[in-house]
């Protein structure tokens, strides 16, 4: 696509809820990245996955997170057992060569865990 | 460990001039600049490899320092436009994800 898409772009879960956060990074990006950010805050690093090696998950925050990018494209970002700190915009975003290139992020997905 | 940058806020009128820094603990590959503007995803406007090069876009330009593990953004003659968080994303080696500052407020007004 044109670029980065993210899905839902908002959602409001209870507390305890599995949720599931979608990334359609921009065709022919090998790199695929992770990030969180709280309320006038920066980005936090969660997870990034680079071509078909293996993810580098240091940053995230507990095991109750997860991440998996199928077939090299689309990525799921799953949060189990949501807790109110979870509460955040998690942004996706797709570079070509994380090398010399920029990242090109989503719109991200705004998380209200209630 | 995060970048620091500095200053936290700004405030500018329009056509002034301003400077962002952005300083590391660690050894540098890349400095990365983004502009986020309120509610929107941040956008991409440079990156610098070490070397000490120095890009600029029309009215903004960035410096890369390696020895000093620091870079700065220049903004010139500042527009409406520019107003944003700017954050800056550094990378210790090539091909690693960005590490990136508590960003930096700027407001341009008439």
């Known amino acids: 696509g044109a670029g980065v898409s993210q899905s839902p772009s908002n959602k409001v879960t209870e507390k305890g809820k599995d949720v599931e956060l979608r990334c359609d990074p921009i065709s022919g990006h090998t790199a695929l990245y992770w990030y969180r950010q709280s309320l006038g805050q920066g980005l936090e690093f969660l997870i990034y996955?680079?071509?078909?090696?293996?993810?580098?998950k240091s940053g995230l925050p507990s095991d109750r997170f997860s991440a998996e990018r199928t077939g090299g494209s689309v990525s799921t970002l799953t949060i189990q057992r949501t807790q109110q700190e979870d509460s955040a915009v998690y942004l996706c975003?797709?570079?070509?060569?994380?090398?010399?290139?920029?990242?090109?992020f989503g719109s991200g997905t705004r998380l209200t865990v209630v | 460990q995060q970048p620091v940058q500095s200053p936290q806020a700004v405030i500018l009128r329009e056509g002034e001039d301003a400077v962002i820094n952005c300083s590391s603990s660690k050894a540098l590959y890349s400095v990365h600049w983004y502009r986020q503007k309120h509610g929107e995803a941040p956008v991409f406007l440079m990156i610098l490899l070490k070397g000490g090069e120095q890009k600029g876009h029309e009215k903004i330009s960035a410096s890369f320092n390696e020895k000093k593990q620091q870079s700065s953004l220049y903004l010139t003659a500042s527009q409406l436009s520019y107003s944003g968080t700017y954050f800056c994303?550094?990378?210790?080696?090539?091909?690693?994800?960005?590490?990136f500052g508590g960003g930096t407020r700027l407001m341009v007004k008439p």
């Open positions: 994303g550094t990378g210790p080696n090539a091909g690693n994800m960005l590490t």
């Open positions: 975003a797709s570079s070509s060569r994380p090398k010399n290139y920029g990242y090109t």
């Open positions: 996955f680079q071509g078909n090696s293996a993810p580098d």
